[in-house]
């Protein structure tokens, strides 16, 4: 069975410890990864710093071609990192709506070109007779990367890129439970960068709280739940460090009763359901005008009645498995809250029997705000329908969530629909469309999905310190 290392200063390193990682579809082990302890993070942090002092200086042209270098490599070995996420993530190669690792190393490769070619401007602020300003952005020193189990390759390359692309350096902990293609791409990566620029360590909560508190780690870029982000910002305050925190999500989207039933049906399944409804920006709560409920309802029940479930390495395989067992205990309990409180199930309910750690697609009508299901963030393959009848009480209803990552409006009528997508707390609001991110708009959370934005300059700018530098000319 194949081993994975970790990758410091350049150079695999060997470690006594290790664990298993398990594929979802099966429930087995297909591979080990070696852990690192607590000397390897500071042994990563100080390479970084070493290597800081060479890398923040090179041009802005060679860190473009070694951005664009890095995206070929990824691209020359497309397939085997399409099996290594499909391994340990358990989504298909191409999935519901072509949802799938074939995305993820696709979209992967598309930020890191996107990313190259972003440029770090000198603000002109003032340049005449008395004086010069001018205001350039300077890298912060060590970014500290940590990775969740849901896009494990996709996040690491969001976090990395433009870290790399200002000028610092990076240490990546990807989670224990999908670190191989994180590992792989860091292997490629350092035969095209100088030692230490960027280094990953694995290894569980502790590996990633040692990173948190290290005092030479300048900035943390972190995906993943809110309780975790929560424990980061308390470890950073210590040394002050800066944070991009990309948090949990719950999702709304409102559809009024001017759709075409038939026509959003499909778009709102696959927003919900792409990837399991493991997307942070999945729609997780759907809030339906109730001359449509019960039509829509039932169009959504047949589509999640429908869809192929199965092992993703399969071909024709839509949706795969939970990643990990306790995601599916989460699931399993939110399911059974939502049963005893007159949830009535259209469409799944049970866990499927087998090895591996899947769930049938759900739909659940009749819940309200109040329902944990509707409520909490269920991260899987549950979507809970909520009738209303006034547009504005329910989008101020449910803007009392406390997660505000994204949200959508479904309607014919873009005008109306744009100005109550302005009504939303969320950090993206679509119009007919969900979860439909790009490169150079800015993504990120408010509220407790967290805070900074992630993609084009915007992104960039989180990697930087503005300096001021004013010459007076007497
Ligand atoms: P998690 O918070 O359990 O773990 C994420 C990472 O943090 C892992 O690498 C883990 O080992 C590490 N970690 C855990 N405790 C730590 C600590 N005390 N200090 C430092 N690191 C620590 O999250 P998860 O279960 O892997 O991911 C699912 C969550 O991520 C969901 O809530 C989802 O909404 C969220 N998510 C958010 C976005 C976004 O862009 N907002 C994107 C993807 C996922």
Not at 98 to 127: F, K, N, R, Y
Not at 235 to 242: G, M
Not at 426 to 445: E, L, M
């Amino acid at each position: 069975m194949k081993e994975f290392n970790n990758i410091i200063n350049g150079e695999k390193v060997q470690s006594d410890l290790n664990f298993a990682v398990i594929n979802p579809a099966t429930g087995e082990v297909f591979a080990h990864c070696q852990s690192a302890d607590s000397g390897m993070v500071d042994q990563a942090v100080v390479a970084a710093r070493n290597a800081f002092s060479t890398w923040s200086k090179t041009s802005q042209q060679e860190r473009k071609a070694k951005i664009h270098a890095i995206a070929d490599a990824l691209e020359a070995n497309m397939p085997e990192l399409m099996a290594l996420v499909t391994a340990e993530t358990g989504k298909p190669m191409a999935g519901l709506n072509g949802v799938g690792s074939g995305m993820e190393v696709g979209a992967s490769m598309a930020w890191a070109h996107h990313t190259a070619e972003l440029d770090l401007p000198v603000d002109v602020i003032q340049e005449d007779e008395i004086a010069s300003v001018q205001v350039f952005r300077k890298p912060l020193g060590v970014v500290a990367s940590i990775t969740p189990w849901n896009w494990p390759l996709m996040i690491a390359i969001w976090h990395v890129m433009p870290a790399l692309r200002a000028g610092n350096t990076v240490v990546i902990k990807p989670s224990p439970l999908t670190p191989l293609a994180t590992i792989r791409f860091v292997e490629m990566a350092n035969e095209i960068l100088p030692p230490g620029v960027l280094s990953v360590i694995t290894g569980d909560a502790s590996i990633g709280a040692a990173l948190s508190e290290h005092p030479d780690v300048n900035k943390i870029v972190f995906t993943g739940s809110t309780q975790t982000g929560r424990n980061i910002m308390q470890a950073a305050s210590a040394h002050l460090k800066r944070l991009t925190l990309e948090l949990g999500g719950n999702d709304a989207g409102f559809v009024l009763n001017d759709v075409n039933v038939k026509d959003v049906a499909p778009k709102l399944f696959a927003a919900a359901f792409h990837n399991n409804g493991q997307t942070c920006a999945c729609l997780k709560r759907m809030y339906v005008h109730e001359s449509i409920y019960e039509e829509l309802c039932e169009e959504l029940a047949q589509l999640a009645k429908t869809v192929v479930v199965g092992d993703g390495m399969q071909d024709g395989v839509e949706l795969g498995p939970l990643q990990n067992k306790a995601q599916l205990a989460i699931v399993i309990d939110l399911v059974a809250d939502a049963k005893a409180h007159g949830g009535r199930f259209i469409a799944g309910g049970y866990p499927i029997d087998g090895g591996g750690f899947f769930f049938a697609p759900t739909i659940v009508a009749d819940l309200e705000d109040g329902h944990r299901l509707v409520d909490e963030e269920q991260f899987g393959p549950v979507v809970p329908i909520i009738k209303y009848s006034d547009i504005s009480q329910i989008i101020e209803r449910a803007n009392q969530n406390e997660n505000g990552l994204g949200g959508s409006i479904w309607s014919s009528d873009l005008v109306k629909a744009a100005e109550l997508a302005q009504q939303l707390e969320c950090g993206t609001a679509w119009v007919n469309d969900h979860g439909a991110i790009q490169p150079d708009a800015p993504f990120g959370g408010v509220k407790q999905s967290g805070f900074g934005v992630e993609f084009g300059s915007y992104g960039l700018e989180e990697y930087t310190s503005l300096q001021t530098v004013k010459i007076t000319k007497n």
